[in-house]
């Protein structure tokens, strides 16, 4: 006798998942590839993913490790190896002037989008929200709507150098991200604009994650700063850094986290649920890379990999606007933000279907992205040009396609109620930049 057939069980993503949008690079890394023709492939200019080689001192250091040291196998520890917690310590001080005890002041991370996450899982709470910069990277508002969390937008203003407007938030938020060298919008941030955000988080007895990323990565002559450089900032704030960027190995997964001793106890003693810390020959690799600094500047390795991104940023940037098209001039970080009046996903959906070039829509960054596309610049020199060959067909108004495309990732909107009110912020200064620069043409 034959068993009855049953059907197989429907498996559906749990409310807390179907709320989160797509993680856009993935979505459009998915669009891309339907769009991948023989002999044409799709210039991808959506990712923030380096494509330059690791300093080689790194690389070396791993297959050392892997080759000689057979206590690298085993499990790290949730805060992380402690030779690469003094090489943070290290850095910290000679990099920034800041002071950092490696036992309590740091945390090692699988990647520091990792720690941005788990903080506000291990923080808060029902009925507390997150403040997430707006535009800002996507994984701010995935944190909080994957922790039960209301979002609150933090608008950044263009017309003040994309920094936050700290006015309207509610007393609900309990975290609030902030992140420069900024991403998309490439905006640096001075010590008085950090300081105006740990006043905020002392007034409001919010923390602070400041997801300095892309420390290493800016084109003028001042090094981007660490929040922890503002007196009092230890006592709000933890700070996020990755390897990924400047070092170039986003693969590894290795980020560190430093800062308030108390937030760090909380994120760690998460991770001790959930993760068994970064593969252990990887965080001794990385002892290495911290080892290449010597002080402010950055070491040859980093600086090389910087100046070429800073020459794909002038060559995209200069082509767009010989186009006619509006460029935010970079500070910092791995990106162009281009302002598109007209709406940047739908210049983002024709640029794919009529030139093969992939970019992310500002939208899927936040409303405060909508009227921007943002262009990575880890492709080399040719394939930038190769764009720049191809945009005049795509955005000549010869075919009507493109407007009204979906936006990829677009956060959703503040449940009501979420988004003013009960703030007891003063109103603060800020420094006025031009927004966007227009070329001649
Ligand atoms: C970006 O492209 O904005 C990010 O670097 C990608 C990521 O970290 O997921």
Redesign the pocket.
């Known amino acids: 006798m034959t068993a009855p057939r049953r059907s197989p069980p429907a498996f559906r993503e749990a409310i807390r998942l179907a709320r989160v949008p797509l993680?856009p690079?993935a979505e459009l890394e998915r669009r891309a590839a339907e769009q991948e023709r023989p002999g044409r492939p799709v210039l991808k200019f959506?990712?923030?993913?380096p494509d330059l080689p690791p300093p080689e001192a790194l690389t070396r250091a791993l297959a050392e490790i892997l080759r000689s040291d057979p206590t690298s196998h085993g499990y790290s520890t949730s805060r992380g190896e402690p030779t690469l917690r003094e090489a943070v310590a290290r850095f910290l001080r000679v990099r920034f002037g800041v002071p950092i005890d490696p036992e309590r002041e740091v945390a090692i991370l699988v990647?520091s989008?990792e720690g941005l996450s788990g903080l506000p899982r291990a923080l808060l709470g029902p009925g507390e929200a997150v403040a997430v910069p707006d535009p800002g990277?996507?994984?701010y508002v995935a944190a909080a709507l994957l922790n039960d969390l209301a979002v609150e937008r933090l608008p950044l203003r263009p017309g003040g150098g994309w920094l936050p407007d700290w006015e309207g938030l509610s007393a609900r938020v309990g975290l609030a991200y902030l992140n420069y060298p900024n991403?998309?919008t490439g905006q640096v941030a001075r010590l008085p604009d950090l300081k105006e955000a740990v006043d905020w988080a002392h007034d409001h007895g919010s923390a602070l994650a400041f997801d300095n990323?892309y420390s290493e990565i800016t084109y003028g002559s001042e090094p981007a700063p660490s929040i922890l450089e503002v007196p009092g900032a230890r006592e709000v704030a933890v700070e996020f850094h990755?390897l990924?960027?400047t070092f170039g190995i986003?693969g590894w997964r290795v980020g560190f986290a430093v800062g308030n001793p108390d937030l760090l106890r909380l994120l760690v003693r998460l991770k001790s649920q959930s993760d068994s810390g970064a593969a252990t020959p990887l965080q001794r690799a990385a002892v290495a890379a911290l080892g290449l600094y010597r002080g402010r500047e950055r070491p040859p390795e980093v600086a090389r990999a910087v100046a070429t991104y800073g020459e794909r940023i002038r060559a995209l940037a200069a082509g767009l606007e010989a186009l006619g098209l509006e460029v935010v001039p970079p500070q910092g970080a791995?990106?162009v933000w281009q302002r598109v009046r007209s709406g940047g996903a739908a210049l983002a959906e024709r640029l794919l279907d009529r030139a093969g070039i992939l970019v992310?829509p500002g939208s899927a960054f936040g409303r405060g992205g909508e009227e921007y596309v943002?262009w990575?610049v880890?492709r080399p020199l040719s394939e930038i040009e190769t764009a720049l060959r191809r945009l005049p067909a795509a955005l000549s108004p010869r075919r009507g396609g493109g407007d009204g495309a979906p936006a990829v990732g677009t956060p959703p909107e503040p449940p009501p109620g979420t988004g003013s009110g009960g703030s007891r912020s003063s109103s603060p200064r800020r420094r006025a930049r031009p927004a966007t620069r227009r070329s001649p043409g």
Do not use: H
């Open positions: 993680y690079f959506a990712i923030g993913d990647g989008k990277y996507p994984a991403n998309p990323a990755s990924s960027k986003p791995l990106y992310t943002r990575s880890t």
